[in-house]
Every structure is written in structure tokens, then in C-alpha cells.
């Protein structure tokens, strides 16, 4: 029953807010298109439900070539790949929500764990591995949340940031992954949902902490 309302729910609400949000992706994808390389989407294969491979939806916001320059997967905050516009969709999470598509063709859910790439996602435990995409890959999720300034904690460090993202991010991201593998429902969703929103208001806010009193605690990272 759960997965079936939630398959509703997704349906819902991705077709609702893809015409709700129409007066908003169009302006963006004219920017885009005569704005720093001309891409307006950016497709990428990433690792998502049952471990297999499908297409994200992103609108482009760094070079084409990125992948094969400076860090590669890992972006750091004010990151020279990044374009003008392109800081803007990221600071707001408004580069993720083509992801919509995404949850309407059934690749993704609106909450779940973020589908990864080949190189980070072989950063994660091997236990973590076998068990994060039980669940289908979503727009946000608790990991989201938590490290909802990821590319700040990176650049912050000073470790090499695929040492830094190895050693301390993956752990404790996957032990949150594995946490909402326990606990997922509609309502662990729905919550998941209004602490994103409230993140990007209030991203200093220690809210997630106090909803979820029983997340996994990390002596390296706090919130």
C-alpha cells in the first residue's frame, strides 16, 4: 500500500508542479540557451531503484566539460566550472527540479535517496550499497537535508575533497540512507519534504534534528 501511494503521490505532484512551475522554467531555459555554453538541460547517468542505471534531469549550470576538469564529480563552493547563472540555479536548488520529469517517467521519487554516480556512490560502505536504492532515488531526501551545504563542507576542509568526501561524507551519508530505509512512510516523506524548503530559508536551522530525534549522530559533521 505504501508504494502505491506514494506512486500516486509522486504522479500528483510532479504534474501539478511541472505547470505550476512552467511560468518559471521557461524564462530560465531562454537564460540558459543564450548564456554560457547554450545548454539548457544536462543529462547524466547516475545509479538509482534496484542499483541501475538511468538519466537525471539537471538544467545545465557548469561546463560542458566538467567532469573531466578540476575535481571532476565533486563541486566545491564557488567552483570556476560553475556559470554566472549557473551559481544562482545551484544556491536554490532550482537546477534540480527538471528531476520532476524524472519522478513523473518513474525513475525517481519526490523523496528518496540522491541517485549517485558510479564514482561516489563506490564510496559508500559495501553494506550501504547493497541496501540504499531499495528505495527509489528522490528529488531530496534525509541526506539532502542533512548535507544541504555540501559543497561548502568540502571546500571548507583541508583534505583532498574526494579523501574528505570519501572518509567523512559517504559514511555518515549512508548511515542516514540507511536510517530512512527503517523508517520511510508517507509521513517520514512529508517531513522530509518541509525540512528541505526549510533549509533553503533557514540553512542554519537545526530543525531536522529536532523532528528526527533518533537520526545517526556524527562526531565529524554536525548540522
Known amino acids: ?15 501539478l508542479a511541472i505547470i505550476i512551475l512552467l511560468p518559471i522554467f521557461i524564462p530560465i531555459c531562454i537564460i540558459l540557451k543564450f548564456s554560457g555554453e547554450g545548454e539548457i538541460l544536462y543529462l547524466q547517468k547516475r545509479i538509482g531503484y534496484k542499483n541501475r542505471y538511468f538519466y537525471i ?17 565533486i563541486t566545491l563552493r564557488n567552483d570556476p566550472r560553475v556559470t554566472k547563472i549557473g551559481k544562482f540555479l ?26 549517485l554516480v558510479d564514482r561516489t556512490f563506490n564510496a559508500y560502505p559495501e553494506h550501504f550499497q547493497k541496501i540504499v536504492y531499495n528505495s527509489k532515488p528522490g528529488i531530496t531526501g534525509i541526506g539532502s537535508v542533512y548535507f544541504r551545504d555540501e559543497e561548502k563542507m568540502i571546500s571548507q576542509s583541508s583534505m583532498d575533497p574526494h579523501a574528505f568526501y570519501e572518509t567523512v561524507i559517504a ?32 540553512p542554519q536551522s537545526d530543525l531536522s534534528n529536532k523532528i528526527f530525534k533518533d537520526l545517526p549522530t556524527s562526531n565529524l559533521i554536525k548540522a
Not at 500500500?1 to 504534474?15: A, C, E, G, Q
Not at 534531469?57 to 564529480?73: E, V
Not at 527503517?182 to 512529508?190: A, E, R
Request: positive net charge; charged residues 20%.
Open 90 to 115: 545551484r544556491i536554490t536548488k532550482i537546477n534540480e527540479l527538471p528531476q520532476l520529469m524524472n519522478v513523473l517517467l518513474g525513475d525517481m521519487s519526490v523523496v528518496g535517496p540522491r541517485p
Open 57 to 73: 534531469w539537471k538544467f545545465a549550470t557548469m561546463l560542458k566539460n566538467s567532469p573531466n576538469i578540476g575535481t571532476g564529480s
Open 1 to 15: 500500500m505504501y508504494n502505491f501511494l506514494k506512486r500516486l503521490f509522486d504522479i500528483i505532484s510532479s504534474l
Open 171 to 202: 559514511p555518515y551519508k549512508g548511515a542516514l540512507e540507511e536510517w530512512y530505509q527503517h523508517n520511510k512512510s508517507l509521513w517520514t516523506d512529508f517531513k522530509i519534504i518541509f525540512l528541505t524548503i526549510w533549509v533553503i530559508i533557514f
